[in-house]
């Protein structure tokens, strides 16, 4: 079987598909990644074969110019904790309307579809697998007569507000047929000669990462998938000090891989971290760039700050994790079993974040209410209550529970046979290689 595997060009949504590509050769099949060109190092780093298209779109130019209008209409607590019954029609219009003009055809441009599209028509994979924001993946395999499959790594907040928005529009009198993605995918589609559907957007089925407890059933078709973390955004080494178990309890400390190499905001103020830490009675590592090091005028002395270090060898080690809600370092700690403080204030962050609370597996703390004393004190509860030791563990044992990447592969090739066009027109559409 041959699959591509596409995701835009930001290495943390790209993470989330490398142990689901390692099954997939590990069985046997053909896997190619296709991205913009700026991804291409991160790709090939992690051991699979890149497929550059189109042009680099410059994710941090697409914050900066998008940024404001996308944060601003996310600041509504609903929509941030999935609440999106209450979201009222005009809010899921906006929110359409704002992330598809602004954002998903930004990272989906023209000639990133057409560079793929044209890839994947001479290829001919059997199966995509697509970054559920790089629809430019659906597009291929609609074009290609491929199957394919959306691969989730954060609850599924977007279609869900998608699918209530398209309720709302069904339920209007008269009805009301003014969707911005259907009027941006539509002339795209028709570009290669297809005609827009909803699978366009949803997939054919999605491969969820979530644990049971945090994701969303959106009555889809749906694949669970153990979420394995992959540490190699970074180098992957294990330091002389990791190799003996700590002297007292060790508390990790991190904004996550994103913020260290793109203009996207954290807006946690490092010193604020530092000064609630200060003096106690335990060891901190803190996982900082030399960037973010040089805007802390004074590193406590209980601190070990390291540019970096594997999340998956760290957090074994550590008796809780302080970070920014990000959704990869929010995994790692839920699968490891370890008790978190997750910050965060837009997209995901804060629901995941919620969830944890409710599950008794860790504490919130929203960014705009960080301070000294009220990290310190949620910090020095999750250190002295085993309550959250046990229900963090509990937590892992769900994720544990779930199919692994190298399981789940029977399935998807179970699954691209049922969706794949009438036997016998994939032989006749592939390439064919000259004889020698």
């Known amino acids: ?31 190619r990644v296709a991205s913009q060109p700026a991804l291409t190092g991160t790709i090939t780093a992690a051991g699979l074969t890149a497929v550059p298209v189109g042009v680099d779109h410059d994710h941090d130019t697409v914050l900066r110019e998008a940024g404001p209008g996308i944060f601003a209409l996310h600041q509504n607590k609903d929509y941030l904790e999935n609440n999106h019954q209450r979201l009222g029609t005009d809010f899921l219009t ?22 793929l599209v044209e890839y994947a028509r001479y290829w001919r994979p059997d199966l995509v697998v697509w970054e559920p924001f790089t629809f430019a993946g659906a597009v291929a395999a609609i074009a290609s007569g491929a199957a394919h499959a959306r691969l989730l790594s954060f609850p599924d907040m977007f279609l869900n507000a998608r699918m209530l928005f398209l309720e709302r529009l069904r339920s209007r009198r008269p009805p009301n047929d003014d969707d911005p993605m259907a009027d941006w995918l539509t002339p795209v589609l028709a570009r290669f000669g297809c005609e827009f559907g909803e699978e366009a957007v949803t997939g054919q089925w999605s491969i969820d990462q979530m644990p049971a407890g945090v994701r969303l ?35 990790c400390v991190t904004l996550g891989v994103t913020a260290q190499r793109s203009g ?3 807006t946690v103020a490092l010193e604020d971290l530092f000064t609630a830490m200060r003096g106690l009675d335990v060891e901190i590592v803190a996982t900082m760039s030399a960037d973010e090091l040089a805007r802390v005028p004074d590193v406590p002395e209980n601190v070990r700050v390291v540019e970096s270090v594997p999340l998956d060898s760290l957090l074994p080690t550590c008796s809780a994790i302080v970070h920014h809600g990000g959704a990869g370092t929010w995994a790692t700690a839920a699968a490891l079993g370890v008790p978190q403080i997750a910050m965060g204030w837009m997209w995901d962050h804060l629901y995941r974040a919620r969830r944890l609370e409710a599950l008794g597996a860790g504490l919130h703390l929203p960014t705009d209410e960080l301070t000294p004393t009220g990290l310190r004190s949620r910090l020095v509860r999750l250190l002295r209550e085993p309550g959250f030791r046990r229900n963090a563990e509990l937590l892992s044992t769900s994720i544990r529970s779930e199919p692994s990447p190298a399981a789940v592969v029977p399935v998807l090739e179970r699954l691209t046979e049922r969706h794949r066009p009438t036997p016998g027109t994939r032989s006749r559409l592939r390439p064919r290689v000259p004889a020698l």
Not at 94 to 115: C, E, K, Q
Not at 217 to 243: C, F, I
């Open 1 to 31: 079987m041959r699959v591509l595997m596409t995701s835009f060009a930001m290495d943390a949504h790209f993470a989330g598909s490398v142990p689901l590509a390692w099954a997939l050769r590990a069985a046997g099949h053909e896997v």
């Open 94 to 115: 906006g929110h359409m309307t704002v992330m598809t003009a602004l954002f998903y055809s930004r990272i989906n441009s023209d000639p990133v579809i057409d560079d």
């Open 217 to 251: 059933s959106l009555g889809n078709p749906l694949v669970p998938m153990r979420y394995v973390p992959y540490n190699g955004l970074v180098p992957a080494v294990v330091p002389d000090w990791l190799r003996s178990a700590p002297a007292r309890p060790r508390v």
């Open 264 to 266: 996207f905001p954290h």
